[in-house]
């Protein structure tokens, strides 16, 4: 069966350090990879995606995320962590061959400290 | 801004008593989507419109129906809500435009949180 795990339900920051938000796979193929954003009572906000080429995929406020097709792993980066991007990060995936629609990871709730 | 709006935001019902939700879209996207999301779970898919074609997820309760009268309009109709219906409401839009259409981003509604008494 096709899933996306993200392993940790919460990632504790401390602003200005770097964070990592975890995401794996389990999609035949080389599916389309996704990654959105949820502030509370909000609707999701989409913050990147991987198609093909570069590894390493910039997206909105200054996150970025690297594909790791030997991990099957997408995991959400940014080098310095703001109060602000305290948010509910959800992982998505996406088989390019098919008409299935995405697969969401569980979430991960990001919280950065003062 | 081109965007999605969900109204109303916030549905107080009362078990048992219908309620609908609707959804409108100023991004001319041809596909329009309902989600289900309980506490911070990630979204269940409910059901989606591709152009005028209606596709039912297997697992969504006959309780859930849905409507789009055009293309900007999609109604997400609960007929009789119970306690476990209670959740917030996505709508969301993509377009299916392109040969990478699976590629294409969702565009989310601000959501509709439904309070069943």
């Known amino acids: 069966a096709q899933s996306v795990a993200q392993p940790e339900d919460q990632v504790n920051v401390a602003e200005g350090n770097p964070l990592t938000v975890k995401c794996t796979y389990s999609v035949s193929g080389n599916p389309y990879l996704f990654w959105y954003v949820q502030y509370p009572n909000r609707g999701l906000q989409f913050l990147l995606k991987?198609?093909?080429?570069d590894n390493l995929v910039k997206g909105s406020y200054g996150f970025e995320a690297e594909f790791n097709k030997s991990q099957t792993s997408f995991h959400l980066k940014k080098p310095s962590a703001l109060v602000s991007d305290s948010a509910l990060y959800f992982c998505a995936v996406r088989d390019r061959g098919s008409n299935y629609q995405l697969i969401w990871g569980a979430g991960t709730k990001l919280i950065i400290k003062p | 801004d081109a965007m999605v709006i969900q109204n109303p935001r916030y549905q107080v019902t009362q078990f048992g008593k219908p309620v609908t939700l609707s959804c409108s879209q100023t991004l001319n996207h041809n596909v329009m989507y309902w989600y289900q999301q309980k506490s911070s779970q990630a979204p269940k898919l409910l059901f989606h419109?591709?152009?005028?074609?209606?596709?039912n997820e297997a697992d969504t309760p006959d309780n859930f129906q849905s409507r789009r009268p055009n293309t900007s309009f999609c109604f997400l109709d609960i007929r009789s809500p119970g306690l476990g219906d209670a959740a917030m409401y996505l709508c969301a839009t993509s377009s299916s435009g392109t040969s990478l259409w699976r590629a294409n981003v969702l565009t989310f509604g601000a959501g509709s949180r439904l309070t069943v008494l």
């Open positions: 991987y198609i093909t080429g």
């Open positions: 419109y591709y152009d005028k074609d209606f596709n």
